[in-house]
């Protein structure tokens, strides 16, 4: 995994984002002056525009967006910037999935990176939110598997995208702000999931809050 923030030029957040097989650039501006037609009295208003790798945003690029939105609107304090916009752009560099037939890992990547451009930003936050894909395979392969290849989300019986909301530090599990699954799969299977990602996504949010640290003191010393 390669993360680095301050990454963009021109906008007041952003951060690099990839995997092994996804990446992505995301970039946030704001707060803002919004267009009469945007703005909200009480809070600030989000823009959320994802880029695909290949061609223009379609409906698969819309749901992704709407997701987004509801996602980052629950960590971000909104009530501390009434009339005010939030841009938060994603240009997708490369999908890791069939974007005809997945969206999980493009849409976790996007709040791994939005997390970490936010707070770049110096937006206002009263969580962090991380998520991550599990993918179920047959029980010939016998195990879950955490950011699957293309040929592995085909193969698997049931896909899940988790993405969690952590206060403390990171270091406790506040709401689940989205569990997409499909598939076939049981409760016990679910269970599993749940488990196996609230471990990987409280790690991860420790690697976060090190390179945040680290990005800190890096500004400090200039």
Do not use: W
């Not at 707060?31 to 223009?56: D, F, H, N, S, Y």
């Not at 997701?67 to 916009?85: A, D, F």
């Not at 936050?125 to 989300?153: F, R, W």
Request: proline content about 5%.
């Amino acid at each position: 995994m390669g993360i680095q923030t301050g990454y963009l030029d021109q906008v007041d957040g952003s951060a690099h984002y990839k995997t092994d097989t996804t990446a992505l650039l995301c970039s946030v501006t704001g707060p803002i002056e919004p267009k009469p037609r945007q703005e909200l009295p009480t809070r600030m208003a989000l823009e959320v525009i994802v880029r695909p790798a290949l061609g223009v945003p379609l409906t698969r690029e819309v749901e992704i967006q709407d997701k987004l939105n509801s996602i980052l609107g629950s960590i971000i304090v909104v009530h501390r910037y009434p009339r005010q916009l939030c841009q938060i752009t994603f240009q997708i560099l490369e999908s890791g999935e069939d974007p005809h037939l997945f969206d999980s890992k493009e849409l976790v990547a996007c709040v791994n990176a939005a997390t970490l451009a936010l707070i770049d930003a110096g937006i206002a936050m009263n969580s962090l939110a991380i998520g991550c894909v599990i993918a179920v395979l047959p029980e010939s392969d016998g195990k879950h598997i955490i950011d699957p290849t293309d040929e592995q989300l085909r193969n698997a019986i049931s896909v899940h995208s988790l993405v969690l909301q952590l206060v403390d530090g990171s270091k406790v599990v506040n709401n689940v702000l989205l569990l997409d699954s499909y598939g076939d799969f049981t409760e016990k299977i679910l269970f599993e999931v749940l488990e196996l990602g609230e471990k990987y996504i409280l790690n991860k949010a420790q690697d976060f809050r090190k390179l945040i640290q680290e990005r800190i003191e890096a500004s400090i010393l200039k």
